[in-house]
């Protein structure tokens, strides 16, 4: 059983930056992937980052360049740092985690970042 908490989501102009954070906690296994998914309207959801506990990263074609997935292990804390946010990068993004041992998916309950001027 593994819980999510997501934080960061707000309001930014174009141009602008986010930092998302989230937190797990309950029982979590050595071997995992957290990431970040987003759900636009009239949209299917979609992977923008993801990175396993072994470090390895992976990045939709819309995040390269301009998005970073990171962690701190201390915390089971994965974080997204978000440059130059664009209009269509506005969507609920939903923290993912991937207990890779026991084939078990867990998802948060979503943060919206809204991009407007």
């Known amino acids: 059983q593994v819980q999510l908490v997501e934080s960061g989501g707000g309001l930014v102009q174009p141009g602008g930056s986010l930092r998302l954070s989230c937190a797990a906690s309950g029982s979590i296994d050595s071997i995992y992937a957290m990431g970040w998914y987003r759900q636009a309207p009239g949209k299917q959801r979609e992977l923008v980052a993801y990175?396993?506990?072994?470090?390895?990263?992976n990045y939709a074609d819309p995040a390269k360049g301009r998005f970073t997935i990171s962690r701190d292990n201390a915390k089971n804390t994965v974080y997204l740092q978000m440059n130059g946010l664009k209009a269509e990068d506005a969507a609920v993004y939903y923290c993912?985690?991937?207990?890779?041992?026991?084939?078990?998916?867990?998802w948060g309950q979503g943060t919206q970042v809204t991009v407007s001027s």
């Open positions: 993912y985690f991937g207990d890779l041992s026991q084939a078990r998916d867990y």
């Open positions: 990175i396993t506990s072994a470090g390895s990263t």
